[in-house]
């Protein structure tokens, strides 16, 4: 029962580049999320999708763009990279969303911007 | 402002201690309040949900309280095992919105052999 799967697990980027980070949910969840984690700061929330083809933006959304395709998919785009970027992402899924449901957690992607 | 403080930010217990971590929140309207265990390098775990009408909820050697009135939650941990060291993080959720969870901080909890 994998759950929610973020690849890569760590990434290095220069200023400039583009990347992906991968989302993945087995759980026929509609509700699916980015978070990023800064030191001192709490989890904020980037993007988040109530179900394939709708995506709304979070509180921290600059920078950043998701699609939702399918209902298990949700990537998360950085356009172009900045060491203001560099933080460890978080993709969470949840049933009905996260105010009524419990949201389920990726391990993480840890992403360096030089 | 919608905001939720944890106390303290970080805490040292010998193993076999029982110990409280303490959430307060301005968040309104209140919806519902959420205690999350984060190991280090993983992502958070649920442990509890509160609603307003409920004032105690366990599960296991967790239980978590709720003061609605002063806006206040602890989460309160018996029998310390190594296995707690971890953040708990307190997300308290405000009215009708999915996108107004609000996460605070967290209290990164350290339990000693």
């Known amino acids: 029962n994998a759950g929610v799967t973020q690849t890569p697990k760590f990434q290095v980027l220069k200023t400039g580049q583009s990347m992906t980070l991968q989302c993945a949910q087995d759980m026929n969840h509609e509700y699916m999320s980015w978070y990023r984690q800064d030191p001192g700061m709490g989890l904020r929330l980037i993007h988040y999708s109530v179900g394939a083809g709708i995506t709304d933006q979070g509180e921290v959304p600059n920078g950043y763009n998701v699609s939702r395709s399918t209902t298990e998919d949700f990537p998360l785009r950085l356009l172009s990279a900045a060491p203001s970027q560099t933080s460890v992402y978080f993709c969470a899924s949840s049933t009905t969303g996260p105010r009524t449901g419990e949201l389920f957690f990726g391990e993480g992607s840890r992403l360096t911007v030089l | 402002k919608n905001q939720v403080e944890q106390s303290p930010q970080s805490l040292i217990i010998l193993e076999g201690k029982n110990c409280t971590l303490q959430c307060n929140y301005t968040v309104s309207p209140f919806s519902n309040l959420r205690w999350y265990k984060q190991d280090t390098g993983r992502g958070p775990v649920s442990l509890t949900i509160m609603t307003f009408s409920e004032n105690t909820k366990s599960n296991g050697r967790y239980t978590a309280t709720l003061d609605a009135d002063t806006k206040q939650s602890s989460l309160h941990i018996t029998a310390s095992q190594l296995s707690d060291s971890a953040s708990y993080i307190c997300?308290?959720?405000?009215?009708?919105?999915?996108?107004?969870?609000?996460f605070g901080k967290g209290t990164r909890l350290h339990i000693l052999p």
């Open positions: 997300v308290v959720s405000a009215g009708n919105r999915d996108d107004k969870i609000i």
